[in-house]
């Protein structure tokens, strides 16, 4: 089965410091979402991307992240200036048209130091 | 808040019987409900989708969904120790999914 790629898999920071977490999609996927799980919680909605601009983003989601698409196959977040409680594993999830499937990456862990 | 609720367990059952998982959720609007398979430090993996109210089985797994009752349930016939994992029920709405914090399942030999 095609797979959902990130990189890095594991990914320490400084506080303050700008972070970037790629994904390669599965290639004729069209929905493109970003998830975060903290250790021990639930998986968390952050924020979903279609036709190149945001369809929807979480609370979370607030201005020190971003997402885009820059040479049509990654698809990445960047996380501004880190914050400790921006440790999270972070897992990038796409899926083609409506209704089918969505298939999750493996996931960043990402620890902010 | 639309919320997606789970017993977090463990639920610990022997080899080869019925595992029972259990999910509410509190939006009417919800459409789709999935359940996800996660073993610890991994990605989410999809087992099950159901769309409408009553059963869907695959193979050892048979989702239950009664939207009256805001409630999804997945069984697991003839559970296997590498059924181990935590169990997430998660619910669409809009174009997102809102995960509960999922049931930790034990399957002993």
């Known amino acids: 089965e095609p797979e959902v790629t990130q990189t890095p898999s594991h990914q320490v920071t400084q506080m303050g410091q700008e972070v970037i977490l790629r994904c390669v999609p599965i290639s004729n996927h069209l929905y493109f979402y970003w998830y975060r799980q903290i250790l021990g919680q639930k998986v968390e909605f952050l924020v979903s991307f279609y036709n190149n601009e945001i369809s929807e983003k979480s609370e979370i989601f607030d201005d020190q992240f971003s997402v885009e698409r820059p040479d049509g196959s990654n698809f990445t977040l960047k996380i501004r200036s880190t914050k400790l409680e921006d440790s999270a594993m972070y897992f990038c999830a796409t899926r083609g048209p409506p209704n089918e499937k969505l298939l999750f990456g493996s996931g960043t862990q990402l620890s902010v130091l | 808040q639309k919320e997606v609720e789970q017993n977090s367990g463990p639920l610990s059952v022997p080899e080869g019987a019925i595992a029972s998982l259990n999910c509410t959720y509190s939006d009417r609007g919800s459409q789709s409900f999935f359940w996800y398979r996660q073993y610890s430090g991994k990605s989410p993996e999809l087992i099950m989708f159901?769309?409408?109210?009553g059963d869907k089985e695959d193979g050892r797994f048979t989702a239950q969904l009664n939207k009256a009752s805001q409630y999804v349930s997945l069984l697991i016939r003839d559970s296997q120790p590498s059924d181990s994992a935590t169990y997430l029920c998660?619910?669409?709405?809009?174009?997102?999914?809102?995960f509960g914090t999922g049931t930790r399942l034990q399957v002993f030999p």
């Open positions: 159901i769309y409408s109210n």
């Open positions: 998660a619910v669409s709405l809009t174009d997102k999914l809102i």
